[in-house]
């Protein structure tokens, strides 16, 4: 599974300490044949977001099959423990995923980790099949596929890179995160259904079969258009070092990584927690949770397609800028008021969507091509150590005070954060 052109590394996909790429930390990566055609024209690239789409609909299944199943079969604090399975793995090796990310080729890595996957979830239908099941079989399979998950994550996180020009890369970003919101807004229903027709097996086979989907895509579709400049051989510890030692001299990636990371402590408690409560406190119904957060994934894929539309000429430091004004609409989430909601949860949608593309973009075409695996673990690590903290803080807060109070206060940072981060001379520099 070799890439076609890359002529400079060994039989394992390393890079060799002779390539000049692997020893400048600022190499972009090298062009491989011709241009990469228009996007529009582009059926590979097309090939690909559609197969990650279909992926993310077959995660979106199982995620809510898994959590009626927990409820419904295990106690609330088995139940809870079961559901975060794959969270711990997941932080423990995302790290390690950014090394092997930066040192090996990407499509190997990629093609293994979601062949193993399928692989877990076809062992766990079969298993459910003939009997065994319970709170070990759950555990086990949420602790392997959050490994997998771990380890390949970062190199995910690289492959649009070796793929389109730097110019294309906040479309081809738009695009994803369009297919991944429209494949979650329909896989979730989808899940429900399935458990209940068929059982957590089907829908175990479902994602199983997705997975199966997107390694094939990438092994007999995907070819990567740019060789990336890839870390010479070092100790795990020493190429960690080195990521951080880049982070440290490099202002601007520093500070995207830094905002990104910080972004969804404010936005993620309000979203799974902060609805809930508003409408259990307003005595609205069910209904209005699943219309408040249909309102928020429309107004992300609003927010994407206008972002991708319309090029602006400091990316970044607009996307913090929109992400100031989320902030008040986060605020205005905890106003006991149906319409307020709706219309708060909307924009709170368009903000996210335009302001994802914006920076992803942005951060593609800054994060220095030799640590982007390392660099993007760092801002995975961030999401999974933060946010777990951000939303019982969240329930905490409004406990004692109010949703509104909680909502304002979380609100009000997101805006005093993203402010800062929208003036600092790192970020106005990017264009």
């Known amino acids: 599974m070799s890439d076609a052109g890359e002529v400079t590394t060994t039989t394992t996909g390393l890079a060799t300490t002779a390539d000049p790429a692997a020893r400048s930390p600022h190499a972009e990566p090298t062009l491989l044949g011709a241009e990469p055609p228009g996007l529009t024209r582009d059926r590979m690239v097309h090939t690909w977001v559609a197969a990650m789409a279909l992926s993310w609909f077959g995660d979106a299944v199982w995620t809510v099959a898994l959590a009626w199943t927990a409820v419904h079969t295990l106690s609330p604090a088995t139940a809870g423990v079961v559901l ?10 995302v790290l390690v995923g950014g090394v092997i990310a930066d040192r090996w080729d990407t499509r190997r890595i990629l093609v293994t980790g979601r062949l193993f996957q399928g692989a877990v979830l076809l062992g766990g239908a079969a298993a459910w099949g003939t009997g065994v099941r319970g709170a070990p079989l759950l555990l086990t399979m949420g602790v392997l596929l959050g490994t997998a998950t771990g380890l390949t994550l970062p190199a995910g996180s690289t492959l649009a890179r070796q793929l389109v020009r730097p110019a294309d890369l906040a479309t081809v970003s738009g695009w994803n995160q369009i297919g991944g919101r429209v494949a979650r807004l329909l896989g979730a229903p989808a899940g429900g259904l399935a458990v209940a027709a068929v059982g957590p097996a089907g829908a175990m086979l479902a994602d199983a079969v997705t997975f199966v989907a997107i390694a094939g895509v990438l092994a007999l579709v995907v070819r990567p258009r740019y060789r990336m400049p890839r ?3 070092a100790s795990w510890a020493a190429s960690l070092r080195d990521g951080a030692a880049y982070l440290r001299r490099d202002e601007s990636a520093r500070l995207l ?6 972004l969804n402590v404010f936005v993620s408690p309000v979203i799974a927690l902060g609805i809930a409560l508003r409408v259990r406190e307003s005595g609205w119904g069910p209904a209005w949770l699943g219309a408040a957060e249909a309102a928020f994934a429309l107004g992300a894929i609003a927010g994407s397609v206008v972002s991708i539309r319309r090029r602006v ?4 430091q607009a996307g913090f800028a929109v992400l100031v004004a989320q902030g008040l609409c986060i605020a205005a989430t905890g106003i006991g008021s149906r319409i307020i909601l709706m219309a708060a949860m909307t924009l709170v949608g368009v903000a996210a969507g335009a302001a994802s593309v914006w920076l992803s ?3 593609q075409r800054t994060i ?6 390392r660099v993007s673990s760092v801002s995975s690590l961030g999401d999974m150590a933060l946010v777990p903290l951000a939303i019982p803080a969240f329930g905490a807060l409004a406990t004692a005070t109010s949703v509104l109070t909680a909502a304002v206060v979380y609100g009000a940072a997101m805006s005093v954060l993203c402010l800062w981060f929208a003036t600092r001379p790192g970020i106005a520099r990017l264009r």
Not at 84 to 93: D, H, I, R, W, Y
Not at 368 to 373: I, K, M, V, W
């Open 231 to 233: 870390a010479p051989h």
């Open 361 to 363: 973009g942005t951060y």
């Open 84 to 93: 975060g399975a794959e969270t711990l793995p997941q932080a423990v090796f």
């Open 257 to 262: 990584v830094l905002g990104l990371a910080a």
């Open 313 to 316: 000429g400091r990316p970044a």
């Open 368 to 373: 220095a091509p030799s640590h982007l695996g």
